[in-house]
């Protein structure tokens, strides 16, 4: 399924800070901890928990949050749907970076070991 024009910018206008308290929530149900959230979030896009604190303050949109961040080169192995989407048939590079997001912390909540979700 292609993403429309209109889905990938409201993506993009999202802000971080209004999706990060439902992250925390979702692995928090699912037993896991906002240490792990932290790491998953740093493995895919560099910012360490200081950072990731500087955005959610500065309530950033996915936009710039992504144009920020240093995506590491490994993000290519993340695969699968997401939100009703096959990642690799995501043409958008920023509505493909949020479901790398998404698709990284449905893993996490779902009980995958840190090795597996990190691509080791």
Not at 25 to 33: A, M, N, W, Y
Request: with cysteine; charged share 30%.
């Amino acid at each position: 399924m292609a993403t429309t024009p209109e889905h990938d910018a409201k993506i993009a206008r999202l802000t971080f800070a209004s999706v990060y308290p439902h992250y925390v929530k979702k692995i928090e149900t699912k037993g896991r901890s906002v240490k792990e959230l932290h790491e998953v979030i740093e493995w895919l896009t560099g910012f360490n928990e200081i950072k990731l604190n500087e955005l959610i303050e500065e309530k950033v949109t996915f936009e710039t949050f992504f144009e920020r961040a240093e995506l590491n080169p490994n993000a290519i192995l993340i695969k699968g749907s997401i939100c009703g989407y096959k990642i690799e048939e995501i043409q958008t590079p920023l509505t493909k970076q949020a479901r790398y997001l998404d698709k990284l912390i449905d893993e996490l909540a779902k009980g995958k070991s840190m090795e597996k979700i990190l691509r080791k």
